[in-house]
């Protein structure tokens, strides 16, 4: 705000607060102090209600402060100028169809959580599991993660922002530029197959090397209990989470409102559901029952994108979620690692001596690098991605 208009509106305040003194503007003859609408401050609306100017609002609030400090009156009634001014304010500085957005994901927020923490609330409300299997739970819930949090977690969230610019929000293919479409499907096709192999990576080689990591992290009382299997399970799990998330990245991207609000009736009932299982698998299969109700959620959501994202890309030539069905010959390769490293945890793995458990790391590394050579050689398109997303990032990073 200019000094000027500043003065300007100090002298009209006090000009009128003067004039006020002697009887002549609040309420005449009544003695009380107004404060008269200065010209180019105030404007008259169609119903004779007193408002500011848009391009003085600055100063209007200035008037604001004024009368709120000298205790004045208005000459106009003052009620009716502050709804003005609040929504003169509100329309000026709150797009609405952004906020019913917002307020639309905020309730889905809050539904997440229940699917994402329902399993703490059902262990502690309900005592399902006693304080040492809780722990492992814990435990075990917190090594898987890591994963997802370091691998996983950045992938969402920087290709929830790129589909969120590339595609217009609402709109159907038809109405989205070609260009941008094209751009949209090949990325979400390499991004399912990148977190599609990464999940089977991880669900294949951590089977077999859960209960080595278990015990090298906390020794026999992780590594001889129920740690192993669910272990074991949360490797599977990871599988799922690193589909859904990339899935739902895209969809939640391309929602309108009503679609997020319909999700949000899908994610109730699914959320009572997750907890009904809950309850039922921990005391059919122990804590390993909270990993498999887990499992069924996030297949439950994952089925849910897929539909949206098959309509969505169904009156076009493109089609995305071909990035969920892997090389078969890399699936072959990924049968056999599971199996050669499977005997080779039965045989070497874990109560043999170190020199045991060499062994069965080194048959895993044999596994892994037999793994990683077929994926250069049957996904050139996913490595190609890879090269030109990810490393120019690294290296920047490293520079």
């Known amino acids: ?178 260009g941008d479409v094209a751009m949209a499907a090949n990325v979400l096709e390499s991004l399912l197959k990148l977190v599609l192999l990464t999940g089977l990576t991880v669900t294949v080689f951590g089977y077999a090397y859960s209960q080595l990591a278990l015990d090298i992290y906390g020794g026999s009382t992780l590594s001889s209990g129920t740690g192993p299997d669910l272990f074991r399970c949360y490797s599977l799990y990871v599988l799922f989470l690193a589909v859904n998330g990339v899935t739902e990245c895209f969809t939640f991207a391309l929602m309108c409102k009503e679609e997020v609000d319909r999700y949000n009736f899908v994610m109730l009932a699914l959320s009572f559901t997750f907890l009904c299982i809950s309850y039922f698998l921990t005391h059919w299969h122990g804590s390993v029952g909270f990993i498999l109700a887990n499992c069924f959620n996030m297949g439950i959501r994952i089925a849910h994108s897929i539909h949206y994202i098959y309509a969505y890309f169904q009156e076009s030539t493109y089609r995305p979620l071909m990035g969920l069905l892997p090389s078969p010959f890399l699936v072959l390769i990924y049968i056999i690692s599971g199996v050669i490293t499977g005997f080779s945890e039965v045989f070497f793995c874990c109560d043999k001596g170190w020199m045991a458990r060499v062994i069965h790391v080194s048959m895993g590394a044999l596994c892994f690098g037999t793994t990683i050579v077929t994926m250069f050689c049957t996904e050139r398109k996913l490595i190609h991605f890879v090269r030109r997303q990810f490393l120019p990032r690294y290296l920047k990073k490293g520079s």
Not at 161 to 176: H, I, M, P, T, W
Request: with cysteine; charged share 20%; aromatic share 12%.
């Open 1 to 178: 705000m200019s000094s000027d208009r500043i003065s300007k509106a100090r002298l009209c305040t006090v000009e009128n607060e003067e004039s006020g003194r002697r009887g002549g503007l609040g309420q005449p003859g009544s003695g009380r102090g107004g404060v008269a609408a200065c010209p180019g401050l105030l404007s008259r609306g169609a119903a004779g209600t007193m408002f500011p100017s848009p391009s003085l609002l600055p100063e209007a609030l200035v008037l604001l402060v004024a009368v709120q400090c000298h205790g004045l009156q208005w000459q106009e009634e003052p009620m009716p100028w502050c709804r003005g001014l609040s929504l003169l304010f509100l329309q000026t500085f709150v797009n609405w169809k952004e906020a019913r957005l917002t307020w639309s994901f905020f309730k889905q927020s809050f539904l997440k959580q229940i699917l994402t923490e329902g399993e703490r609330y059902v262990m502690t409300f309900l005592n399902v599991l006693n304080f040492g299997d809780q722990g492992v739970y814990d435990i075990v819930n917190n090594l898987g993660s890591l994963v997802a949090r370091f691998i996983f977690l950045p992938i969402e969230e920087s290709f929830y922002v790129f589909f969120a610019k590339v595609l217009e929000r609402g709109k159907s293919v038809k109405d989205q530029k070609k």
